[in-house]
């Protein structure tokens, strides 16, 4: 069973920092390309950013120059590091990743985590 948990929400003031993390776990031959994407009230799940297995990156508009994707292969993990944050950034935040387990291979969500900037 392929896990993914993020780590790292929380609120934060206008123009703060957060940096999330998402971690996977269980019998994974090959993780492909990993991401954030994420949820506003009201909207429709968008991409954040993307990062593929040999490190090069993709970002919406919305958060270039903001925000830095990374992945740790050895970990199995995958950063977000997000500066100068604007209220529009509010959202419910998703870990996603392309892995090839035994027999398979899908793409996995993790549980989201909220992210909250509020004066």
């Known amino acids: 069973q392929v896990q993914l948990v993020e780590s790292g929400g929380g609120l934060v003031q206008p123009g703060g920092s957060l940096t999330l993390s998402c971690a996977a776990s269980?019998?994974?031959?090959?993780?492909?390309?990993m991401g954030w994407y994420r949820q506003a009230p009201g909207k429709q799940r968008e991409l954040v950013a993307v990062?593929?297995?040999?490190?090069?990156?993709n970002y919406a508009d919305s958060v270039k120059g903001r925000y830095t994707i990374s992945r740790d292969n050895a970990k199995k993990m995958v950063h977000l590091q997000m500066n100068s944050l604007k209220p529009e950034d509010t959202a419910v935040y998703y870990c996603?990743?392309?892995?090839?387990?035994?027999?398979?291979?899908?793409?996995?969500w993790g549980q989201g985590t909220q992210v909250t900037v509020s004066s």
């Open positions: 269980g019998i994974i031959l090959n993780i492909y390309t």
């Open positions: 996603n990743a392309d892995i090839r387990t035994i027999g398979a291979r899908a793409a996995f």
């Open positions: 990062i593929i297995s040999g490190g090069s990156t």
